[in-house]
């Protein structure tokens, strides 16, 4: 009889790639490992969720436990795999009974990634969130929440949350004044969730431009917007450390010798991989420090797979690999290999790091190369254009200015990546330039595009179409 396939982590890349091998093949055996409680969540709704947008931990379940058994699906939670044993085809777990070794005939490594806090001193003080998991969502919206009005239950967590920590949180004083460190994804989104609790909010970001990945335009049109919101930005300014009284964060100091107290801190620094399953064996790791696969998701070794934050993918504009921890591209590399373990090779597909973020009504994307040291790094000789269109015919209301930045290749012509800001959807619109980078098109041809027109939904020359126009000129010049 064939060992089981054995998947490690019970999230998006896991949970997709075990749904989809029980459908395909359901008298495979298939057994989930998950260290935690919680499987098959939304993390990108933790701030929405912590602003009070999303009523309840469990809204943002993709399956519930019951749901994935009834898939045919060896759920097994608290259980952590501590090794994988390649040459034996085994790992190592540790359940609440003890630990034991389980023979696989296939493993996927679908760890995913952690937060990096390890950088800021006193991370670990009580108040100090990262904001990873939805049990550290519900001890900040519970940290938020006046005592005389909290309620475990209320939080929507059910048998799943961390009722004991929670619980401390919401036996606190809300804080009056909170700090977030870091200006990404997480800083911006949380920066709206905490604001719309009435805090006096401080974001630190070391660099002097928020969402660097987006460019300075959008940093700029979004560092404005959390203004307007009450937001008190510190850019260029690195924070040292945490402090603490009697355990709980105080306050935190900059490394220019500033201080200011805060009774909450939300670090959100960034993550990496969570590959430490695999550091010891023959299983490669990539230059980023995620497990290096092949187009099927295949590690270096026969038989072991990994996908999502854990692992790295193909970049669609280099063809490089590279690493971008996202929701998509772990849901889609789960899948694909499900399939593939099921008899049917599938590749996991590229990757152009395409994301959107909401500062407000402000809408953020950007997908491709859109750093230009960057881009010279990989080889090209790029070229960058701005614009600024409206978002529909002028005489039809609710247009609102939408910026564009498009880079290209002077050599080829060849479109390389962008980013988008405005208010009216504006997010959506990346997808345009995120499709044209995955058919590998000039800007030309870009510019050429059959884009739908009415005045309630885009200008004749969409925003997207105008970049083109302007960048193509460039090009010839």
């Given at each position: ?184 994804y997480v800083g911006v989104e949380m920066a709206e969730a905490l604001a719309a609790h009435d805090l ?171 750093d230009l040291d960057e881009a010279r790094e990989a080889g090209f000789d790029p070229v960058a254009e701005?614009i600024t269109a409206g978002s529909r015919s002028g005489y039809y209301p609710g247009a609102a200015d ?76």
């Amino acid at each position: 009889m064939t060992d089981p396939v054995v998947v490690i982590g019970g999230d998006a890349a896991g949970l997709s790639a075990a749904s989809k091998l029980s459908r395909e093949d359901p008298d495979r055996e298939v057994i989930v490992f998950e260290r935690g409680e919680w499987v098959s969540y939304a993390h990108c709704g933790i701030p929405y969720y912590v602003k009070g947008e999303v009523d309840s931990l469990t809204d943002m379940l993709s399956l519930s436990p019951p749901e994935i058994e009834g898939r045919g699906i060896d759920l097994r939670r608290e259980h952590e795999v501590l090794a994988v044993d390649a040459d034996a085809e085994r790992v190592r777990v540790r359940g609440p009974d003890g630990e034991f070794d389980q023979p696989y005939g296939e493993v996927l490594v679908a760890t995913g990634a952690r937060p990096v806090s390890d950088p800021i001193p006193g991370s670990d003080l009580d108040g100090a969130f990262t904001v990873h998991g939805l049990d550290s969502a519900a001890s900040l919206r519970a940290a938020l929440t006046p005592p005389e009005a909290f309620s475990v239950d209320a939080l929507g967590g059910g048998e799943f949350v961390d009722r004991e920590a929670a619980e401390r949180y919401g036996a606190m004083t809300p804080p009056e004044t909170a700090a977030i460190v870091g200006g990404g994804y997480v800083g911006v989104e949380m920066a709206e969730a905490l604001a719309a609790h009435d805090l006096d909010v401080h974001l630190f970001q070391r660099p002097e431009t928020l969402l660097p990945p987006f460019g300075e335009a959008v940093g700029s049109e979004v560092a404005g917007t959390l203004r307007e919101q009450g937001v008190t930005l510190h850019l260029g300014t690195e924070v040292e450390r945490l402090v603490g009284s009697d355990g709980r964060v105080s306050g935190l100091r900059c490394g220019d010798g500033t201080e200011l107290s805060v009774g909450l801190a939300v670090v959100g620094i960034g993550v990496r991989p969570n590959v430490e399953v695999v550091r010891d064996t023959p299983v490669a790791l990539g230059d980023s420090g995620a497990i290096a696969v092949d187009e099927y998701g295949e590690t270096s070794v026969d038989g072991v797979y990994a996908a999502g934050d854990c692992a790295e993918a193909r970049h669609v504009v280099t063809g490089e690999p590279t690493w971008v921890p996202l929701g998509l591209t772990a849901n889609r590399a789960g899948r694909a290999i499900g399939r593939t373990l099921a008899g049917d090779p599938t590749p996991v597909g590229g990757v152009a790091g395409t994301a959107v973020v909401k500062a407000s009504d402000l809408e953020c994307g950007r997908t491709g190369l859109t750093d230009l040291d960057e881009a010279r790094e990989a080889g090209f000789d790029p070229v960058a254009e701005t614009i600024t269109a409206g978002s529909r015919s002028g005489y039809y209301p609710g247009a609102a200015d939408t910026t564009v930045r498009l880079v290209a290749d002077r050599g080829s012509g060849r479109l390389l990546g962008g980013s988008i800001v405005g208010t009216d959807r504006a997010a959506v619109r990346i997808d345009t330039v995120a499709t044209a980078l995955e058919g590998g098109l000039a800007v030309d041809e870009m510019e050429r595009l059959d884009l739908a027109y009415a005045p309630p939904f885009s200008p004749v020359w969409d925003p997207v179409l105008v970049a083109a126009k302007v960048l193509n000129g460039s090009l010839g010049e």
